[in-house]
């Protein structure tokens, strides 16, 4: 059977663990300047409606790292841009690629893709999820602080794509997570009862901050948000992710944010640019950690 990976809900805790654990392997193959290249001969197509650096990158140079290819497919220039039924698409294009990766706003249209796709569909960010950036955050936390269960997490910010992620991997990792975000800005409901156990929603970001072994935020205004900027500054004001409280945190606490990141706004530069950031081995993981993935899904291992 087809497995698709559209939210982190599609693998198990066990099979979670493992991609991370292949995903810090293939860094080291990587690093060492190893050749590995089981996907020769391999395509996959990447789907953007939405702008994106990290995401492209790492999955073009990541497939070709691992001996295949990767085709960049925009809307703007293919018939999907032009009232092509996402279903026909689907199906097409599946019977050319091994494995698609899309980024769309509408979680639905991306399992509609999925539902009429031979080949493995990859959940690139939509409105709803980022499973992706999730992978090379849980391998970050992994590689600098060993096991993240039973830690304390704290979400300072929007209850968005992230934050709904977070949900999810607190549930598969099996970690606390406080959610501290102003009221009209929560996460959705479904995602939050689904996770209920490890989720808490904290609105003080100081008290949410408490103690905590992981700070993440995100910017407040996500794509396709973008007019309400204005209204979101002024909601956001209280949830700056700064000095003050970082020092509420534990003290071996790391800070993540997925990038790109709006120094001033949802984090003080004093924070994301400190000497003992994590926020660029966490954008680097996220090749490692999409390779594996790709292996996951295409070899079944
Ligand atoms: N974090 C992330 O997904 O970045 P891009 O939007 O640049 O892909
Ligand atoms: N929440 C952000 C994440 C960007 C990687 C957005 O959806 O724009």
């Not at 901050?209 to 910017?219: F, G, K, N």
Request: aromatic letters at 6%.
């Amino acid at each position: 059977m087809t497995r698709h990976f559209l939210s982190l809900l599609d693998l198990s805790s066990d099979e979670l663990h493992a991609l991370i654990r292949r995903a810090s392997e293939l860094k080291r193959i990587q690093h060492r300047g190893d050749i590995h290249t089981p996907l020769k001969g391999k395509n996959l197509g990447m789907i953007f409606e939405k702008s994106s650096t990290r995401t492209r990158v790492s999955f073009e140079v990541g497939m070709s790292q691992l001996g295949g290819h990767a085709l960049f497919l925009s809307p703007r220039d293919t018939q999907l841009g032009r009232g092509e039924p996402i279903e026909d698409s689907a199906r097409v294009l599946s019977r050319m690629l091994d494995i698609i990766m899309i980024r769309t706003y509408d979680q639905s249209v991306l399992e509609r893709f999925a539902a009429h796709s031979k080949v493995p569909v990859i959940n690139a960010l939509t409105d709803l999820f980022h499973p992706c950036q999730l992978l090379a955050d849980m391998q970050t936390y992994f590689e600098h602080r060993g096991d993240i269960r039973d830690k304390r997490v704290a979400w300072i910010g929007d209850g968005n794509n992230m934050c709904h992620s977070y949900i999810n991997a607190a549930k598969r990792f099996d970690f606390h997570l406080n959610i501290a975000c102003p009221e009209g800005y929560d996460p959705d409901p479904t995602v939050l009862q689904a996770a209920k156990e490890q989720v808490s929603i904290v609105r003080d970001p100081l008290l949410a901050a408490e103690d905590a072994d992981l700070i993440v935020t995100d910017v407040w205004a996500s794509m396709g948000q973008e007019e309400e900027q204005v209204q979101r500054e002024k909601a956001f004001a209280r949830y700056q992710v700064n000095d003050g409280l970082m020092a509420r945190a534990a003290d071996d606490a790391l800070f993540f944010h997925c990038l790109p990141a709006h120094r001033g706004e949802e984090v003080s530069a004093s924070v994301i640019d400190r000497e003992e950031s994590v926020v660029w081995d966490e954008a680097e993981n996220r090749l490692h950690s999409q390779k594996a993935l790709m292996e996951f899904l295409l070899l079944g291992r």
